[in-house]
């Protein structure tokens, strides 16, 4: 059997429903970016996936350009999640990029990131957000160049990864940078389910793409509740 015609191994998120609805999960190696509006649960989801990943012994970090260290442990902890033991355990740790440190930040992700997830040996990677990561440059080409190299760091490490980022309010479907979408292997879309007086009465669930694997294609609800999220893969074309 040949490379090419291997099986592909797939990384489950640890997001019951959502794993029915890849398959099993997110093919190894992959980067996917998760996108949605503010409340949407993206920063959560990408807390559930590596807190899944280090209770099977698998290293993950998240990279973090928005909330502080204690504010994501304080975030984990209200769901249950065994965050300070995987501390402890060496299987997740919160690499934190000041904003302010825009310089910095940048000559880090273009230049030392990739060796710093192998050194670490991380199986796992979020990146929350991608959005404040373009904002860390003043032209077009410079967040291109950047977002290019944090996608190539990441899969340089061989570890599945998760890129949150702002949906455009105007258009739920797509990042509000646009760009994201291009360096992405899949995109899951986290939005709003409307009733026809226009109140938000739900979330709903997309996988929009997801590269070199079947996945269902329907819109699925799915909750965040006092255990994380999750989705009902049953409820087919839900919203539609």
């Not at 996108?35 to 290293?59: H, I, M, N, R, V």
């Not at 040996?121 to 967040?143: H, W």
């Not at 979330?203 to 079947?214: D, E, F, N, P, Y």
Request: one cysteine or more; aromatic letters at 4%.
């Amino acid at each position: 059997m040949s490379e090419s015609d291997a099986p592909i191994r797939k990384v489950p998120t640890g997001v019951a429903g959502l794993d029915d609805m890849l398959g099993g999960g997110i093919p190894q190696g992959h980067v996917v970016l998760v996108t949605g509006l503010p409340g949407t649960g993206k920063t959560c989801l990408g807390l559930q996936f590596l807190l899944a990943g280090a209770t099977a012994g698998e290293k993950g970090i998240f990279l973090s350009l928005e909330e502080d260290a204690p504010a994501l442990v304080t975030s984990a902890k209200q769901f249950g999640w065994p965050v300070e033991e995987a501390t402890k355990a060496g299987t997740f740790a919160i690499l934190r990029l000041d904003p302010k440190e825009t310089r910095q930040n940048l000559n880090r992700i273009q230049g030392e990131l990739d060796k710093e997830f192998v050194r670490r040996g991380v199986k796992r990677i979020v990146v929350d957000s991608v959005s404040l990561l373009n904002m860390l440059s003043d032209d077009e080409p410079s967040r291109r160049t950047t977002l290019f190299a944090l996608a190539s760091a990441c899969r340089a490490s061989g570890a599945t990864t998760l890129l949150t980022a702002e949906a455009d309010p105007r258009h739920p479907d797509v990042t509000r940078d646009g760009l994201s979408e291009y360096v992405a292997d899949g995109v899951i879309v986290l939005g709003y389910a409307a009733a026809t007086d226009g109140r938000q009465v739900g979330l709903t669930l997309r996988i929009l793409k997801m590269r070199r694997t079947a996945h269902a294609r329907s819109v699925q609800p799915y909750v965040i509740s006092a255990k994380g999220i999750a989705v009902d893969a049953k409820a087919i074309d839900f919203g539609r």
